[in-house]
């Protein structure tokens, strides 16, 4: 299974991006979705997780108003569209996928069994 991410780029407060995540291999509609974030020198940080159907979603707090998961089964893509953009955003952004039947709101990256590469959102004040 492999995911790769894109869509990252240096932006200016208050703008949008919409990341997005394509996995190959596997069945994409068995997968609880999540992207996670870095900065250099702390630990990996939780942003959004969606279910199977993309009726279940979670979000840290400090996206939850800003940042919208969803994804689409038909193409095997994740999405992160994310609005109204703050420096502190400024991270490493990754996508992961846990092949599970249980579904939980999966907000610490062990649970995951894939992660992609990541890719990189600046924003500039």
């Known amino acids: 299974v492999q995911l790769q991410a894109s869509g990252g780029g240096l932006v200016q407060t208050g703008d949008s991006l919409r990341l997005s995540c394509v996995v190959s291999?596997?069945?994409?509609?068995?997968?609880?979705l999540g992207w996670f974030r870095q900065t250099p020198g702390q630990e990996l940080e939780f942003v959004a997780s969606?279910?199977?159907?993309?009726?279940?979603?979670y979000y840290a707090n400090s996206v939850k108003g800003r940042f919208t998961i969803f994804r689409n089964n038909a193409e095997n893509t994740a999405f992160l569209q994310m609005d109204n953009l703050k420096p502190e955003d400024t991270a490493v952004y990754y996508c992961?996928?846990?092949?599970?039947?249980?579904?939980?709101?999966?907000?610490?990256?062990?649970?995951?069994?894939?992660r992609g590469q990541g890719t990189q959102v600046t924003v500039s004040s």
């Open positions: 992961a996928a846990d092949e599970t039947p249980t579904l939980g709101s999966h907000r610490y990256v062990r649970e995951y069994e894939y």
């Open positions: 291999g596997g069945v994409f509609s068995s997968y609880v």
């Open positions: 969606i279910g199977w159907t993309g009726g279940t979603t």
